[in-house]
């Protein structure tokens, strides 16, 4: 049964408070997420209320778990990775309707500010990164555990069984898209084959170099052969990982371990002057110098997609950018998402291309932990939690 509280199609336009939901709080910074019965409010004007029905588990919940993830208050429930269906909506909301499959969107587009407004960029002002989005915009929250206010996490908290996130935060999707598959367009798929379609712009018979080959460094495979690339390089300490990304488009990998020299002299020499196109996925700012340095000297283009922990400081040569390298960032794969993450979605409804193959886990909502435990071994790429 999909809801065990009210019927979907059936949503009253007066929605009330939902207790005894199922949620994962982060009462604390290294602790696991404790499983707990949170009370829901219902949303306010211009917010939506959905009943969460798939949701992936982020190396960026990791960080949020350990504390490395800027500007986050505690408790909190973290996720930022899902798929459901709208169950109320408050006033004002025009964008969605009770009983539509939905996307929460973890970067936002508001439509109205001056990034929105610009043809060339994605990163709403409406953003954590530039507005705490630990509360909802009237500074309130609509969680509340043990009589105490639960924060949110970049407004649309996943890893609860219903959670409430602003209209500008939501994308409606194909009513037959499987929520248990598409949830993957929330964050990693979606970032990493946009990192190598948008940001790069990665040109047929280029070469590429994929430092990390994770969930979103695979889709960066993905994005890198759907553009044509013709050798694809995938680089990681981990070789359980290497068959999965030829079996996705990488002509090769490597392991960094495996060689006395650094990781970019090595690339060098494999490809007699550099690659084309680096991708950093990790988040590592040593990886970062070194994804820069692998790329052509004069017209290689870099980009970094692993999101660096609060507070890292990059220091390089900057000879490597003198010469002509191009280093860029690319947030959610520069998709500005409320218009973009559902032609995705229809794209793989098209069978355009097939994430599926990222998920190697799947789990009951509850085996959370197991999930955070299979990230941190590096014995999953995407793991799936099923509500």
């Known amino acids: 049964m999909l809801n065990k509280f009210v019927s979907l199609q059936g949503a009253t336009s007066t929605p009330r408070s ?51 993830f800027p500007n986050i208050d505690y408790p909190v429930i973290p996720g930022h990775e899902g798929a459901g269906i709208v169950e109320s909506i408050g006033e004002g909301v025009t964008c969605v309707k009770p009983g539509e499959k939905v996307i929460p969107l973890c970067l936002p587009q508001c439509g109205e500010c001056s990034s929105c407004l610009n043809p060339d960029t994605n990163c709403c002002l409406k953003t954590h990164l530039y507005e705490s989005q630990n509360l909802m915009p009237d500074k309130t929250s609509r969680f509340t555990c043990k009589g105490k206010a639960i924060h949110h996490f970049l407004w649309i908290s996943t890893f609860s069984e219903y959670t409430v996130m602003p209209d500008s935060a939501i994308a409606r999707i194909d009513d037959d898209a499987p929520l248990d598959k598409v ?16 940001t790069a ?11 990390g080959l994770g969930g979103v460094g695979l889709s960066v495979v993905i994005g890198c052969k759907s553009a044509g690339a013709s050798r694809i390089i995938g680089i990681d300490i981990n070789k359980d990982k290497f068959t999965k990304a030829r079996e996705l488009g990488a002509t090769e990998c490597i392991n960094p371990q495996d060689f006395k020299k650094p990781i970019q002299e090595v690339l060098v020499e494999m490809t007699g002057h ?35 922990p609060s507070g890292s400081q990059l220091s390089f040569d900057p000879m490597l950018l003198f010469t002509g390298r191009t280093w860029k960032g690319s947030i959610i794969g520069g998709w500005k998402t409320k218009d973009s993450i559902p032609k995705l979605v229809s794209g793989y409804m098209e069978k355009k291309f097939n994430p599926d193959v990222l998920i190697t886990h799947t789990l009951p909502f509850d085996k959370i932990n197991e999930g955070f435990e299979l990230l941190q071994s590096g014995k999953s790429i995407r793991t799936v939690l099923l509500f």
């Open 274 to 308: 550099g690659v084309d196109y680096s991708f950093e996925v990790i988040g590592h700012t040593d990886t970062m110098v070194a994804a820069l340095a692998s790329c052509h000297m004069n017209s290689g283009t870099c980009v970094m997609v692993g999101a660096p």
């Open 201 to 211: 712009k990665v040109k047929p018979g280029s070469t590429c170099a994929i430092f």
């Open 18 to 68: 939902f207790s005894q939901i199922i949620a994962a709080v982060a009462w604390e910074v290294g602790k696991p997420l404790s499983i707990e019965e949170v009370e829901v409010a219902p949303p306010k004007a211009h917010e939506v209320r959905v009943k969460i029905v798939a949701t992936g588990i982020c190396r960026t919940d990791d960080h949020v778990l350990k504390g490395s």
């Open 183 to 198: 949830c993957l367009f929330g964050c990693g798929f979606s970032t990493g084959y946009g990192a190598a379609i948008n």
